[in-house]
């Protein structure tokens, strides 16, 4: 039986999974992007390349003097069953309840040709077994329930070929490939996936390497320049002193005007060249809330925070963070300077793909800490401000609303890829 010589080759069919989701199962494969390692966006191809070995049950069904009904039936069974085969092997992490349901629509398949067509189609349970190995091996415990799935499978094979009175050997041929190619494709998968990690941390690692070269750039940036301006500003403001001593006279005054130009262009280059440091060195809420506790311990409030901070720092979108970073500076800043607290507490809430940061106090009212706030220009408004760029939301009250004491500040930030 020629089908029975797809044993080893169908094992090579071992799809690359190493794209991002889409949201079907025949979505455009070769348009997704390449990680190293995983294979290459044609594996759609060779993946599907092995279903040329239907072609010798198909050409048997016009060996025969049977109708067209029964021809048309044949051929409709193998053409559902590739066109179902192809993506739910290629493309199974896409939707994985899909892909476990077309799983069963190919088995579905493979029953009704063996029942209908005899033992000529018997071999479509190595593509069944080859589609199980992929499939159920995604997600926990994926490795042995495809473990199981495959056992099934071969069950079902060895039922299906007695149903259609297969020859020992042919049976035996079969029955390798059944659960070989099966156990193969798990190890495919496997190492898919292991390879697809090694790609993801290697990017984490450039990530991390590009960061600390930011830093160090940031570094060099404040400490080559940012002395060389200080001392341009001080000496400028001392000759300028000196110079108010000696007798008036218009050319005193215009070296008085220069020296004053000179000092207000090295402030605000100073100013500049740290508002360009504070750009490159990303803020975190692991760092804030270090520097939060040291700043709280030294105005003498007691501090309650969340492990959290630490922990999940680091694990979602950046950008994100830094949001929450720069509210938790200044929500405990306002707590030093305006709230007159005897102890903060600090926690960190995710819910339904939102993050909040909530820092509390027990100390004035939420009425009094908002204008004092407000009189100094930013605060409150600078933190509502950052974070209606990032689509969050600020929110303020009374931590102990029955009695109006204590201030509550709540930061919400939408995040779309949290990873617990």
Same mark, same amino acid.
């Given at each position: ?356 940061? !909530? ?5 004035? *009212?939420?009425? =009094?800490?908002? /204008? &004092?706030?407000?009189? #100094? $220009?930013? %605060?409150?408004?600078?933190?509502? !401000? ?5 689509? *969050?939301?600020? =929110?303020?009250? /009374? &931590?102990?609303?029955? #009695? $109006?004491? %204590? ?14």
């Amino acid at each position: 039986m020629a089908t029975k010589g797809l044993t080893d080759e169908a094992a090579t069919a071992a799809p690359d999974h190493s794209h991002e989701a889409r949201p079907g199962l025949f979505g455009n494969a070769l348009n997704l992007r390449h990680v190293p390692g995983t294979g290459s966006p044609w594996r759609w191809f060779f993946s599907g390349v092995w279903l040329v070995y239907l072609i010798q049950p198909v050409s048997d069904l016009f060996g025969h003097d049977h109708g067209v009904l029964w021809i048309a039936g044949g051929l409709a069974i193998a053409i559902a069953f590739c066109v179902l085969y192809v993506p739910t092997v290629a493309n199974s992490d896409g939707r994985p309840g899909l892909a476990r349901a077309s799983l069963v629509a190919l088995a579905a398949l493979a029953a009704l040709a063996c029942v209908v067509y005899g033992q000529g189609w018997t071999a479509l349970w190595i593509y069944v077994s080859a589609a199980t190995g992929m499939v159920l091996t995604n997600g926990p415990n994926g490795r042995r329930q495809a473990l199981r799935g495959i056992l099934v499978v071969g069950a079902f094979y060895v039922f299906f070929s007695w149903l259609s009175h297969d020859s020992a050997e042919d049976f035996l041929i079969v029955l390798l490939p059944v659960l070989l190619i099966g156990l193969a494709m798990i190890g495919f998968r496997l190492q898919m996936d292991l390879m697809r990690e090694l790609a993801q941390a290697r990017e984490t690692v450039a990530k991390l390497a590009t960061n600390e070269e930011r830093l160090r750039l940031a570094r060099d940036m404040h400490d080559l320049t940012g002395q060389s301006l200080s001392v341009i500003t001080l000496k400028s403001e001392l000759a300028a002193k000196r110079l108010g001593k000696l007798p008036a006279s218009a050319e005193r005054d215009v070296v008085l005007g220069d020296l004053g130009d000179i000092g207000r262009v090295s402030r605000q280059t100073l100013h500049d060249i740290r508002e360009a440091v504070s750009g490159y060195r990303r803020p975190t809420l692991a760092i804030e809330a270090i520097t939060a506790q040291n700043a709280l311990d030294a105005a003498g409030i007691r501090l309650d925070d969340d492990a959290g901070l630490t922990l999940r720092s680091g694990t979602f979108d950046a950008d994100a963070e830094a949001v929450l970073a720069w509210c938790l500076r200044e929500a405990v800043t306002n707590v030093i300077r305006h709230s007159g607290a005897k102890a903060c507490r600090i926690r960190l809430f995710d819910r339904d793909r939102e993050l909040s940061l !909530e820092v509390s106090d027990d100390g004035r *009212g939420p009425a =009094s800490q908002q /204008a &004092a706030s407000a009189n #100094r $220009g930013t %605060g409150l408004r600078g933190m509502s !401000e950052r974070l209606g760029t990032a689509g *969050g939301r600020l =929110s303020l009250g /009374a &931590a102990d609303p029955g #009695r $109006g004491h %204590g201030f509550k500040l709540t930061a919400t930030v939408p995040v779309d890829h949290y990873d617990t």
